[in-house]
């Protein structure tokens, strides 16, 4: 299994803005992805951070909105720019790791105002 | 593309009943899985599923991999309060593929 943490757990942000969310793996990881979960949906996959190169964005969502790095195997961070309350989610790092199994971050809840 | 469709939306049950939630894909899955989620949290994974007819338990939870592929189910015996939430199954096609989510079983225990 793999251990992830998120950094912040919680923020409370004013339109505009730009917040930045550090996630990291307690072990080298190949596959990194983040998640958006608004309120009472599923989870809606938003990149996938690749190591050394530019993360791979799914359909709706841009680098420019959403700029991701990812320096080396234990380490990523998703900025949300320029926000509006429609950004207000959860925002979830996410590992395979061990037999093709993916794990979980507690998650950032993001509130913009 | 792939599609989950996962039931029932929504169950309310009493504390002690038996929980039983499912699956089911458009196409073959080669691994299920299965998280909860409770309020303001990550999901969890309960269990992990990797090869068509497997059964595994995890305490009270009993999850079966169909042996279609293309379903899976997951079952709680004796079910109480601290099972309150969001559960949700995930499929993955082939190893490179991106997991599907279903939309999740929100699971209430009356008092």
């Known amino acids: 299994s793999a251990v992830i943490s998120q950094k912040p757990s919680r923020d409370i942000c004013q339109r505009g803005t730009s917040l930045t969310i550090q996630c990291q793996v307690d072990?080298?990881?190949?596959?990194m992805f983040w998640y958006r979960q608004q309120p009472g949906q599923s989870l809606t996959l938003i990149a996938t951070?690749?190591?050394?190169?530019?993360?791979?964005?799914e359909s709706g969502f841009v680098i420019d909105k959403f700029p991701i790095s990812r320096p080396n195997l234990t380490f990523s961070t998703l900025t949300v720019s320029n926000m509006s309350p429609e950004d207000s989610s959860i925002y979830l790092c996410?590992?395979?790791?061990?037999?093709?199994?993916?794990?979980f971050g507690p998650g950032t809840r993001l509130l913009v105002l | 593309g792939q599609q989950l469709n996962q039931s029932p939306q929504s169950m309310f049950i009493q504390e002690g009943e038996d929980v039983s939630m499912n699956c089911t894909s458009s196409?073959?899955?080669?691994?299920w899985l299965w998280y909860k989620q409770d309020p303001g949290e990550g999901p969890v994974l309960l269990i992990a599923?990797?090869?068509?007819?497997e059964l595994t338990s995890n305490g009270r939870l009993t999850a079966q991999f169909g042996i279609t592929r293309k379903d899976s189910f997951l079952n709680i015996s004796a079910s109480i309060p601290s099972d309150v939430g969001i559960y949700f199954c995930?499929?993955?096609?082939?190893?490179?593929?991106?997991?599907?989510f279903g939309k999740g079983t929100r699971l209430h225990i009356l008092p």
């Open positions: 995930a499929g993955r096609g082939n190893r490179d593929d991106k997991i599907i």
């Open positions: 072990s080298q990881v190949t596959m």
């Open positions: 951070a690749n190591q050394g190169s530019e993360a791979t964005y």
């Open positions: 196409s073959i899955f080669n691994t």
């Open positions: 599923l990797y090869k068509a007819g």
């Open positions: 996410s590992v395979v790791s061990g037999r093709e199994t993916q794990y």
